[in-house]
């Protein structure tokens, strides 16, 4: 299936440079992944607040990067899969690590853990092949947004980060895979 986006065989060094493919978008693409990095980061130094303000900045940078390239009509094969592989970290890894810090390290966690990364992996590829007007599954950001919501929720009613949020990791993996129809808001 050939995409709509711009998509040729470069042989020329001097069309490969980096510099001659990045887009101003992209700027905004890799600070999504910069976020996810910073999400993963403060988990891991376990400053959750600051972990889950990353994995919200994660989502606003996401949502800005493709609102500037439909916007510039400069969308391209390299700002595609930039945006899948900065989405991974930021909302396949970086989420995965901001729970199993707050204590979902159990293994029953860790393999619902994996699960959900490898869910947030299969629907990042499957978006990628497909050209529709809808998404197929839960889109993997909705997890920049949840996993931030319920530790900020938790944190205001003074609720300890309950082992029961694993449940969540597994809802919204298999809802990621899943095949339900769900538009897309442009």
């Known amino acids: 299936m050939k995409s709509r986006i711009e998509s040729r065989n470069m042989q020329d060094p001097q069309e490969i440079r980096i510099h001659k493919l990045i887009k101003f978008a992209d700027f905004f693409t890799l600070s999504n992944a910069a976020a ?9 130094q376990k400053e959750f607040a600051f972990a ?5 900045a994660a989502v606003l940078f996401d949502y800005l990067d493709g609102k500037i390239a439909r916007f510039s009509q400069k969308q391209n094969t390299l700002g595609k899969n930039l945006d899948s592989l900065s989405d991974a970290v930021s909302f396949g890894i970086a989420p995965t690590i901001f729970g199993y810090m707050q204590g979902l390290n159990n293994f029953f ?34 997890s920049g947004i949840v996993f931030p919501v319920l530790y900020f929720l938790t944190a205001y009613f003074s609720i300890p980060f309950s082992n029961a949020f694993i449940y969540i990791y597994l809802l919204l993996g298999i809802l990621m895979i899943s095949s339900f129809r769900i538009p897309k808001l442009k």
């Open 36 to 44: 996810g990095m910073f999400a993963i980061i403060f988990s891991i």
């Open 52 to 56: 889950a303000l990353a994995l919200l």
């Open 109 to 142: 966690s860790i393999i619902i853990l994996i699960f959900f990364t490898l869910c947030g992996v299969l629907r990042l590829a499957r978006f990628n092949i497909l050209e529709l007007k809808h998404f197929i599954g839960i889109p993997i950001t909705a």
